[in-house]
């Protein structure tokens, strides 16, 4: 079974710090050759308001096509006042009703500039996600003071914290290996099995 991720960051200001630390995960996704991988930018689709009209109507569509042709998906997104952003919950609202997020293994990635992190949004990131009827997975990772684990160029400068990131993703992989692709194997397997009788 293909393995697609498509990966969403909830920031969309420029040289922000959500990208930063997705791309530490986008990075460790390389590291597994059969996983294709999509990132969406959420700033070039134009999303419109609930009840309004989209204006690249297309995009719309195309970004609903590419999350439920998904295997998983990552979100990541920083914490504004308590909560997650509102391009993140922008881009949910536009994943459809029923959501072409149900059903999805979801692993979550909050960044945020205070000491204790990204905690209330990467809750209510994970109550939003089950409310749709994606499957969050346990471990959320949260990076606290996140200007002081980036420098300007992206690096992460915390080894601990990037091993972190980087588990947002590996964790996301062999979820969908033990649990998702083995349920897809021992399908056809019976299958198979039935044919045959």
């Known amino acids: 079974m293909a393995i697609k991720i498509v990966t969403i960051c909830g920031s969309v200001r420029p040289g922000n710090y959500t990208a930063k630390a997705l791309a ?35 995009a719309i569509e195309e970004f609903q096509a590419t999350v439920k042709s998904a295997t998983g998906v990552i979100l990541a997104s920083p914490e504004y006042h308590g909560g997650i952003s ?36 990467t809750e209510q990131l994970r109550g939003i996600c089950s409310h749709v009827g994606a499957l969050p997975l346990p471990m959320v990772v949260s990076v606290a003071k996140v200007q ?21 993703a590996r964790n996301l992989i062999e979820f969908l290996k033990d649990t998702v692709c083995a349920k897809v194997s021992l399908e056809e397997i019976l299958r198979e099995q039935g044919e045959a009788h």
């Open 24 to 58: 530490v995960a986008l990075d460790e996704l390389k590291k597994y050759p059969e996983v294709e991988v999509s990132a969406v930018h959420l700033e070039e689709l134009d999303l419109p308001l609930s009840g309004m009209e989209a204006r690249k109507p297309e």
């Open 148 to 168: 002081q684990v980036f420098d300007e160029d992206g690096n992460c400068l915390d080894e601990n914290m990037d091993n972190l990131i980087r588990s947002s």
């Open 86 to 121: 509102s391009p993140m919950k922008l881009a949910i609202d536009n994943l459809g009703f029923p959501s072409v997020l149900a059903d999805k293994p979801v692993s979550i990635l909050g960044v945020a500039a205070g000491v204790i992190g990204a905690i209330k949004s």
